[in-house]
């Protein structure tokens, strides 16, 4: 069995679960042909590395991401760091020849973005950015619901994605507020997945509108100090596709009453496609070509169960009948790319779908300061 050697670059949320991804590939894929070992973990607080050494197995903890980049037993690296490190880290991998399974959004911003890109070609190395709602089930059957044509020329549609931590005026001020560390607000931190998931499903965009909002613009950090908010809490988008669809996308951390509602609706000439995130064991089909009469026919959204129901070898732990959810998106879309890496095949969504998404988002960020359309 190939063993694939891993280090993973901070220990925060999104650390921890790419550490709970690569522990668990064995029993969500049955008789696979290769296996991670989690060799190293880096954080800038060396004891929270300790601890996930300790708790997640890792070979060595370190607070000298130098010494990660100096070793020669690491094949691939999980890079969960601030988006404004992720150039420079990726950047290193690449010329080391180690695999890059990288957080969204690619870079902060997009001259980074294109950087990464031009380190990575020509290298003997795998890819793959991670924007792993394209992994759910539902989202996969809808991708393919579209591949067949059912719902003919898109013509419209309409995507939000809705969290409420920003709505509270005494949330303490973060990395997530730093515009030097995030590089942007919440069009960076939940928008990628909504642009990315309309560009995986109709293609690429034409044009857009943009206005951000700032809900609080100032915040107490951990000491009590008042820092001002330079990052957009919500964004509200018009976009146009290239193939002619036009819609809404609605990005929101101050959505009251929300917990991470990613709601997609694309409607076609003969069909149209539902799903949300948040119950993500379906996905509903309206076929318009369906036989009406006066009492309704067969006209009328389908709900489609999608649940389990990945491809061998997923699918067979937990019973692809059982509900699915946000940790199981993960865990196969980083097995995605370790097969990739494995079998030596381009991964998708990669680092070039991640700068164009980094493109679309600097549009969106040039339409909010100018007031205009931006062509994409």
Known sequence: MKEIRVAVLGMGFIGKVHAYAYTSLPFFYDNLPFKAKLVGVYNRTLSAAEAAKEYYGFD??????????GRDDIDALSICLPNSLHAECAIKAAERGMHIYCEKPLAGNVEEADRIVRAAEGKDIRHQIVFH????????????????????????????????????????????YDKSLACG???????????????????EYEGLYAKTQIAHRARLDESG????VQVDDAVYIIAEMKNGAQGT????????????EFIVEIYGEKGAVKLNLMDPNWVWFYDNTAPDS?????KGFTRIESVQRFEPPGGTFPSPKLPGGWLRAHVHSLYSFLNCVYEKKPCSPDLKDGAYIQRVMA???ESDMTGKWVDV
């Open 133 to 176: 709602n394209r992994f759910f089930p539902s989202v996969m059957r809808a991708k393919r619901i579209i591949g067949e044509g059912r719902l003919g020329r898109i013509l419209s549609f309409n995507a939000s994605y809705l969290h409420p931590g920003s709505a509270d005026p005494n949330k303490k001020y973060g990395w997530k």
């Open 294 to 298: 006066g009492l309704g026919g067969y």
């Open 249 to 260: 996308i609605n990005v929101s951390k101050i959505a009251t009453g929300s917990n991470d």
């Open 225 to 228: 100090v008042e820092r001002c």
């Open 60 to 69: 060595f903890a370190t607070d000298d991401i130098g010494y990660v980049f």
């Open 363 to 365: 549009a969106a960020y």
């Open 185 to 203: 607000g919440t069009l960076f931190d939940m928008g990628s997945h909504v642009l990315d998931m309309l560009y995986y499903l109709m293609g």
